[in-house]
């Protein structure tokens, strides 16, 4: 029974990560999914279910959905984050952009409730 619990979690993370996004079965999307699990994962998505993430979810709506944000993003980098001008050819990252578009973009948080004017606490 304990294995089914277990087995039950993992498939239902992994049914909500960026790898369960199937990509479309062009050749350019499969290589972005490839090149993104092997360089973009491990900053972007969560390794585990109670660890933190270091990098932001990335989905189609990524600096508002323009790919060529994406693909200046990626080679140029930030702070945070490497270039990969470098380690990817453009023809890599662009199939990286098309596999970040084929991503949903994630449900939004409910928002937290107001605490009311008259509970204790409240100034």
Excluded: E, W
Aim: with cysteine; hydrophobic share 40%.
């Amino acid at each position: 029974m304990k294995r089914r619990v277990i087995a039950l979690i993992v498939f239902g993370a992994l049914a909500s990560s960026p790898l369960a996004a199937q990509p479309a079965n062009d050749s350019q999307t499969v290589l972005g999914l490839r090149l993104f699990n092997q360089s973009c994962r491990v900053c972007h998505t969560k390794p585990t279910l109670l660890s933190g993430q270091y990098g932001p979810v990335l989905s189609m709506n990524t600096l508002g959905g323009n790919a060529d944000a994406i693909r200046a993003f990626i080679g140029s980098g930030s702070v945070r984050m490497p270039s990969f001008k470098y380690d990817f050819t453009p023809a890599q990252i662009d199939a990286i952009v098309a596999y970040i578009k084929t991503i949903p973009a994630p449900a939004q948080a409910a928002p937290t409730p107001a605490k009311p004017a008259n509970s204790p606490g409240a100034d």
